[in-house]
């Protein structure tokens, strides 16, 4: 069954997403989209039975006032305009507006609730076929939850056309390469390809300590040894990425700038060789993890906590450095080890350590030591677009703190990160 869709057009909302999710909550799919969009794109879109024009604070944009295109106006579809730019309401007045939304959805569109995660499935599996054809589809399978997500999602679709490749660039997790061969190359039969390029991406990734840059060089590279491995294969068209709605959003709309770029949006070569495939990019986190379910992913990966595309890179602040990577990759090891056994892994959304590039003083066997730090950082989030700090027992801390300064070389002290988001994003770069 095709599901219906309500289309929220940005017309300088910074809360666009809140709109979109509120009808994704009375069970209606929608989808997020520039004010200028075009009679063309907007015919390419199945089933659209009404327009929200949402309007913000940024009504004026490099001097060019932000007016819904004439392709809407003319589309002949209902049409609610809203000015939703995210002050707190009185309950009073909250209750109307979504009163006047249940109305404007149900009554005028008479829209159906039939967003679940069969229909949102079944559509996207379409989809895919009918972009890829009987094409070849290379998927960088990170092994974090949006990968995997996709990889699944792609296995459904469209089966052994599908050439998963893992890279390990020198910034995963510890065990990290291990597990996603394991996992999917012998549990899930997958056609998985191993690369290792660590020595490519340390060596590209020495002295730069701009952490835009860093992001961008790790991306772009990332393209390229996909680009190497296609070669190899012959006839690879499409890439598939596991590219996700919050990841759209902070690269910038038409009307908002850019917090930051992602890898995988802002930092694609322009000699880029694949069309991309991109399943997911209209889906919140936690909507990709009942995505997952739905099809069938164990919990234990879809539940993992995520881990970003440039990985530990954007851990070891600064300029990287072999043997403060080590660091950053120990220290995350304990505290993945602690947490699990103090009960607390899956409850918190995403914990880490990072290692700046600063050394301080301490004494170890009655000696002056000169070493980094290694921060903690816990928080829980829906969305990631804003994150609050996981209070986390002092006794772990402790344990923490004992092994970390005692197991890890060159570290000699260990601090907890308290800031949440905002003011502070969840990685540190
Ligand atoms: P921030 O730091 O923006 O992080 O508050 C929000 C979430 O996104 C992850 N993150 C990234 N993921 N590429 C990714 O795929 C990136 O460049 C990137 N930067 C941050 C971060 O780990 C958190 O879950």
Known sequence: MKQDKILVIDLGSTR??????????????????????????????TNIKGIVLNGGENRVVDGVEIKPSEALMEAGLPILSVDFDGGMPWPKEECLRIQRMKEFVFDTCKAEPNWNMENFITEQVALIREQVGDGKVLLALSGGVDSSVVAALLIKAIGKQLTCVHVNHGLLRK????????VFREEMGANLVYVDAVDRFLDKLEGVADPEEKRLIIGSEFIRVFEDEARKLEDVKFLAQGTIYPDIIESGTKTVKAV?????????????????????????????????LALGL????????????????????G???????EAVRESDAILREEFAMAGMEGKVW????????????????????????????????VDAMTATVERVPYDVLEIITHRITHEVKGVNRVLYDLTPKPVGTIEWE
């Open 16 to 45: 666009n997403t809140y709109i979109a999710r509120e009808i994704r909550e009375l069970g209606v799919y929608t989808e997020i989209h520039p004010h200028d969009i075009s009679t063309d794109e907007l015919s390419k879109i």
């Open 175 to 182: 065990g990290e390469p291990e597990e996603v061969i394991r």
């Open 260 to 292: 930051k770029s992602h890898h995988n949006v802002g930092g694609l070569p322009e000699d880029l060789e694949f069309e991309l495939v991109e399943p997911l990019k209209m889906l919140f986190k936690d909507e990709v993890r009942e995505c997952g």
């Open 298 to 317: 164990p919990r234990s990966m879809v539940f993992r906590q995520p881990f970003p595309g440039p990985g530990l890179g954007v851990r070891c602040i």
């Open 319 to 325: 300029a990287i450095t072999r043997d403060r990577l």
């Open 350 to 381: 995403q914990y880490f350590t990072l290692v700046p590039e600063v050394k301080s003083v301490g004494v170890r066997d009655h000696k002056r030591s000169f070493e980094w730090p290694v921060v903690i950082r816990a928080v829980n989030t």
